[in-house]
Each structure stands twice: as C-alpha cells, then as structure tokens.
C-alpha cells in the first residue's frame, strides 16, 4: 500500500462514520418517525416499546444510508484533496487518479459486502420482529386501523379465493375478509365477500365455520345480494398449516436465496405479476448494496473536479441526496418497466449500470481533460 493510499483512508475514515451516522438518523427519522409519534401520542405506548421499535428499523436504515454515505464521504476527501493541491501534487509525482480511486473502491466494496451481509443475516428477523411489536403495540393501543397480518392468493380449480385476516391463532382466524373469484370465459370474476368476525377451521372435512358474517353475493346483470348470518359454512380448501405457509411475504423478510424460492412459488400458482413485482424486489437486496461501489467511483470523479475550494460538509450532502434521489428516479422507471415486461434483473441493476456510465465518463475526463477540450 503507497502512502497516497493510507493518506485518502485516514481522510476518508472520519468523514464515512460522520455520514454514516446523519444518513441513518434522517433515513430512521424519514420512515419511522411519524409513526412512532402515532404510537406514544395516540395509543400511550411506553418509550421502552417505542425505543424498540426504532431501534429494529436501524439495520434497514444503514443499508439504505451506506451508498449515499460512501458518496459524501469521497466527495468530501477528494475535493479537500484537490483544492489543497495535494490530489495534483500525487498526479504528477505519476500516480493516476484511477490508481489513487481504487483505495475508496476497495472502502466502497467492503460497504457493499456489508450491506448484504445486513440484508441476509440481519434485517429478516429485524423486519418480523418489528411487524410483530406494531402489531402488539396496535392491539394494546386498540387502534382503529384494518391492522392485516397476511394475505394470500389460492388457485382452487377454477375458482380462486383471496383472503385477508387478521391473525390467525388456534385455528381461528380474526376479522376475516373472503373473497371468491370464478373462471367465467377464461376471466376470474368476482362471485361472493365473506365478512367474519371469527373463521374456525373444521378439520373432519377441511372446511370453515364463519361467525357473525356479512355475506354480498354477486348475481350477475350488475346484482348484488347482501346476507346477514350467525354461521356460514364455506369450503374454502386451504388449512391454517397452509395459510401460515403461502400467505404473501414481504422479501425484506427473507434472504436472497429464500426470496428467489418464495418468487418461484407465487409464479407457479399463476400470479405472474406479482411474482414479476417480488422478483423485482428480491434483485434490488443485492443491486443497491453494490450501489456503494459505483457511489466511491462517482464521489471521487465528483470531488477531484473541484480544484478551486473544497466542498462543505452542508454542500456535500445536498450533493449526495441530489444524486441519490436521481439514482432512486431511475430505479423507479426500472421498476415500472418491469411491471410491463422488463427482466427483473435489468430493472434493478439499470441504475448501477447508468451511474457506472457517468461515473466513468467524469473520471475519464478529469484525468485526460486534453481530450475533451475544444
């Protein structure tokens, strides 16, 4: 390792830990915030409860906060390096500013290697622990929301039921919404609504007893029928074993490998768009970690460009956020062109690739700017 290289660590430490810690604050404060006000103003939930809370959602908030935290933290070190003249002074004593890059790259792929390692090992059971305390912290605050647990699409013949509930304990199921789809001319049309308070699972013929039910039936002509009832018996096919094993999941829930298997199942049970949405999904735990790696090539070719003065902390940020949220717009168009066909895999990784573009494109100019002047 050359001096040159231990130099950029030692200015790159500090400043990675400080955009570490503001990018996972505002990152935590952004999406939790106004719900845990919610819970300790409206529902009068102990701070313990509320600090657990937060404290669950950290590890989502890091993977997310890493990439932008990579780029503030070589925009800042380059530019400091190069206003100083230190960055001209290492180019002409024959190092490249490629040569003295791949110091951060190696900073921006241990990042990446700790964001997977994050979303394998670590956010799975953060994110169940989490939805089980908001659940349990909803309860004892009897909030009045529609609080679903799951919900899961079966394939049964040439119906298909769409169920959501919201919990399923012994058998029985809570605040239960049925509904049953027929195959009518090669189309599913909605055919009957089960409202429940209680779905007991009646195990001699695999069927379920719904209590204080709401039943609207379709009849066809644009009729509908509405049913009150104490007990319905409906056979609906599917066990508790079963609803606990194919309701919908969440891939943060997951690791790579087991989301890859989970995707497979909803695409064989006929849901191909929403195994196109999750497969989606399931590439972007491994695209935006590597994120980090493009960011330390972009953040350098950002930083090195200014030779003048040296960006601020203030400056630096708003830098980092402008590039983040146009990475995040990109991403976006990715995800909605893989609704319409596109591979799931180029619409996660089409952001990397561009920024990977542009970054190299700003390198290769600020090394050689004989060739692109006028």
């Known amino acids: ?20 810690v503001t990018f996972t604050f505002l990152v935590l404060f952004s999406a939790s915030f106004k719900t845990a006000v919610k819970m300790i103003v409206d529902m009068e939930t102990p701070i313990s409860q509320v600090s657990e809370f937060l404290a669950l959602g950290i590890p989502q908030s890091v993977v997310v906060a890493i990439p932008m935290t990579i780029l503030l933290a070589s925009i800042l070190t380059f530019s ?14 024959g190092s490249s ?6 110091s951060v790259i190696v900073i921006g792929f241990f990042s990446f290697l ?4 994050l979303n394998e090992f670590v956010i799975p059971s953060s994110v169940e622990k989490m939805e089980k305390l908001a659940v349990e912290i909803y309860r004892e605050g009897r909030a009045q929301e529609n609080d679903v647990n799951f919900e899961s699409y079966y394939p049964s013949g040439n119906m298909k039921w769409n169920l959501i509930a919201q919990n399923l304990d012994n058998n029985v199921l809570n605040n239960l919404h049925l509904f049953r789809y027929e195959d009518q001319e090669n189309q599913l049309m909605f055919s009957e609504y089960f409202l429940a308070e209680k779905g007991l699972y009646i195990s001699n013929d695999g069927s379920w007893e719904l209590l204080n039910v709401v039943t609207l039936s379709n009849l066809g002509s644009g009729r509908f029928a509405n049913l009150k009832q104490d007990k319905v018996r409906v056979f609906f096919e599917e066990s508790p074993t079963n609803i606990k094993k194919l309701r919908t999941k969440d891939v943060q829930e997951m690791n790579y490998l087991n989301a890859k298997n989970y995707v497979s199942e909803v695409r064989k049970r006929g849901e191909s768009m929403k195994a196109d949405k999750l497969a989606t999904q399931t590439e972007l735990k491994i695209a935006v970690p590597f ?13 090195s460009s200014f030779e003048r003065k040296s960006v601020g902390p203030g400056m630096g940020i708003g830098m980092s956020m402008l590039v983040i ?48 002047s006028k």
């Open 114 to 117: 700790l964001s997977v390692s």
């Open 291 to 303: 994120a980090s790696i493009i960011f330390s090539l972009l953040g350098v070719a950002m930083g």
């Open 80 to 93: 400091q390096l190069s206003s100083s003249g230190e960055l001209r002074a290492a180019l002409v004593s």
């Open 1 to 20: 390792m050359k001096l040159v290289d231990i130099f950029v660590l030692r200015q790159i430490r500090g400043l990675f830990l400080y955009g570490l």
């Open 325 to 372: 949220f146009f990475y995040y717009v990109v991403m976006l168009v990715g995800i909605a062109l893989s609704k319409i066909g596109l591979s799931a895999i180029v619409a996660a990784w089409f952001p990397n690739f561009l920024f990977l573009i542009v970054s190299s494109f700003i390198l290769l100019k600020r090394e050689n700017p004989i060739l692109f």
């Open 97 to 102: 500013l490629r040569r003295i890059a791949s």
